[in-house]
């Protein structure tokens, strides 16, 4: 074949198999992966614990005064976590492909946990909604291929929490997402970027294995009376009156400082600055 | 030679992969002083950018709105309202049921060219000028049905549209003004008023519609709009999600109401799946709501108060409690908490006297 021809043939393959590159397939069964993660994420982290969290004060002061209580009110029994925390979840994650019928490029993914509601990632090139459209618990997301790779880009999110403690995450936060996928390891990192409450971002990474035998099984959710309480009261604990803080530090043998987190204390260097005396 | 035409084979098959691949971030630019349409559930539309927002039924029956807006931007909700008439004659209503008047849907296919159904509804939630401005030019363009002794006895029953209110509202609009203050035009006061709370007399767009009044909460005037069909509540300045809740203490507005009129719509409210969904909130400004967005503002607004509420127990001054940044943890969401905390402390004051 002439090198014209080959040229010719390399364009003509590459208009036929629109588009050609980066279109791993993330479709599948996935199941969870814990690692070093494992205490935060299954027992769940302890009261106080903030280290390596890129908070404000704002964050911290709305974390000390969280009461878990709160989470036995009806309207908060059922809620699922948001898109960047449900990664952190200990539940299964199934991942299903939308292929348009006609051109056959895949216009969506759609991701489901346990608990969780459907989540779409739009490839379709779609805006994102006005702002001034609802948000929900997975916000609205687009994503484009870099090489393998599949970056997405949430907006729309619902307030959520990057750590189970009581610290908070925004409805103003957005997220960007990297899908990376090693042949049957799955490796999400999440950036989240939140003007109200972190002062940079804060990454994440997250592991996944294909699991051919797995199905994720409903998981409805009643809402029941869990506490006999007045009409109105929101569990809180007052500023300055919560008596837990301190454990996690103790009980770790950490500054109490270190425990307070702040973007300082995700650095290496923040080891060095613990040890001197 | 070779090596320029791969790279020209590759260049080209690049080009073809980026042009299939999304571009990533498209959000929509909102030009200023524009108002926006956003659907929100069968017949009910949100309209943004006017001041207050406001909230459109229209349908086989005619426009029923919720709040007029700033006076100045009545031509460009007028204009929105109209758009609003055009795409429903043209195209029907989404989920369309009986109304009272028109009765079979079946009309509406065959009556397409019909002229425009006009505003016949203006519900106030409250007295506030970024929510009643447009009164005036909006009623004017609207018409009220009447039949029967109503007709007969008064010669300007139909004219315009009619303005629901709760009666406070009415006593403040019609009260005399402040010094320099122009008095608000006969033509903008509500036109029929109740106490505690008010249903349409029949089906409007399909469904009931359910006016509730809130006392004592952002003002003492306060309603919140319930569409039960639809299942979208307009809630008024009692809901917002870009401030804190500004509780107008002069005119009646408190946080225990304020609180209460926040589990009010919590009750009426049924999430569709997940605490998701289902039941939808028009807040008075910001953005699309539903319960849940609502839930965390309740909590906001009653953890904020219990903390006040314990400063001054332990009989800590204003400036004290000031001092103390009840609202810090809130302040980077909502704005500076100062205004808040005064109107909270001399409400919890005002009541322990």
């Known amino acids: 074949m002439s090198l014209w021809r080959r040229a010719w043939f390399v364009c003509l393959m590459a208009g036929a198999s629109v588009p050609l590159f980066g279109q791993i397939d993330f479709s599948g069964e996935w199941a969870p992966r814990f690692y070093e993660d494992q205490p935060e994420r299954v027992p769940g982290p302890e009261l106080g614990d903030y280290l390596g969290l890129p908070i404000n004060a704002a964050a911290r002061m709305r974390a000390d005064t969280w009461d878990a209580s709160l989470l036995t009110l009806p309207e908060w029994q059922c809620r699922p976590h948001g898109a960047d925390y449900i990664w952190r979840g200990p539940s299964n994650l199934t991942i299903t492909k939308e292929v348009d019928p006609v051109t056959r490029e895949i216009t969506a993914f759609h991701a489901v946990w346990l608990r969780s509601v459907d989540r779409p990632v739009y490839l379709d090139n779609r805006p994102h909604p006005p702002e001034y459209a609802n948000h929900t618990w997975a916000g609205f997301t687009t994503a484009k291929w870099d090489g393998d790779m599949l970056t997405t880009y949430v907006t729309h999110l619902k307030e959520g929490y990057i750590r189970r403690n009581g610290v908070p995450r925004s409805d103003l936060a957005t997220l960007t997402e990297h899908w990376i996928r090693h042949e049957d390891f799955l490796t999400v990192v999440t950036i989240v970027t939140d003007p109200v409450y972190l002062t940079e971002p804060f990454i994440r990474s997250t592991d996944y294995q294909l699991d051919l035998h797995q199905h994720v099984p409903p998981y409805p959710c009643d809402i029941v009376e869990e506490v006999d309480r007045p009409r109105g009261v929101v569990p809180n604990i007052l500023p300055g009156k919560n008596t837990f803080l301190n454990e996690f530090a103790q009980r770790h043998k950490l500054p109490p400082e270190a425990a307070r987190g702040g973007a300082e204390t995700m650095y290496p260097e923040y080891q060095l600055k613990m040890q001197k005396p | ?353």
Do not use: W
Request: charged letters at 20%; one cysteine or more.
């Open chain 2, 1 to 353: 030679m070779k090596s320029k035409l791969l790279v020209f084979a590759m260049a080209v098959s690049l080009g073809m992969a980026q042009q299939s691949a999304p571009e990533r971030r498209a959000e929509r630019v909102q030009p200023a002083g524009e108002v926006h349409i956003l659907h929100v559930r069968g017949p009910i539309y949100m309209l943004v950018g006017a001041g207050g927002n406001i909230t459109v039924s229209v349908g086989q029956d005619g426009v029923l709105l919720v709040d007029t807006g700033l006076a100045n931007m009545s031509d460009k909700v007028l204009a929105a309202v109209r758009q609003l008439q055009r795409e429903v004659a043209a195209n029907g209503v989404p989920n369309l049921h009986y109304g009272a008047e028109s009765l079979s849907t079946a009309r509406v296919i065959l009556d397409t060219n019909a002229p425009p159904k006009p505003i016949r509804y203006i519900i106030n939630t409250h007295v506030h000028a970024d929510h009643t401005g447009g009164n005036e030019k909006l009623a004017k363009a609207g018409r009220t049905l009447t039949g029967g002794n109503v007709a007969g006895q008064l010669a300007d029953a139909s004219e315009g549209a009619a303005i629901i209110a709760q009666q406070a509202v009415l006593d403040r609009m019609s009260a005399k003004p402040a010094t320099n203050q122009p008095a608000i035009p006969f033509d903008a006061l509500p036109t029929e008023t109740f106490h505690s709370d008010m249903k349409l007399s029949a089906f409007f767009n399909g469904e009931g519609v359910h006016i509730i009044h809130m006392p004592a909460a952002h003002t003492d005037g306060d309603s919140i709009v319930y569409f039960r069909g639809s299942d979208v509540i307009s809630a008024g300045d009692v809901f917002v999600t870009t401030s804190y809740p500004f509780l107008d203490l002069e005119r009646g507005g408190g946080i225990n109401g304020e609180i209460d009129a926040l589990n009010r719509i919590l009750d009426l409210s049924i999430a569709e799946f997940r605490l998701e969904g289902g039941t939808m909130v028009i807040p008075g400004h910001g953005r699309l709501c539903d319960s849940a967005d609502v839930a965390y503002y309740r909590d906001m607004v009653t953890i904020i108060r219990d903390r006040i509420q314990d400063m001054i127990k332990h009989d800590m001054t204003l400036e004290q409690v000031k001092a103390a940044r009840p609202t810090l943890d809130y302040d980077p969401r909502y704005g500076s908490g100062e205004r808040f905390i005064e109107a909270v402390y001399r409400s919890l004051s005002q009541a322990k006297k």
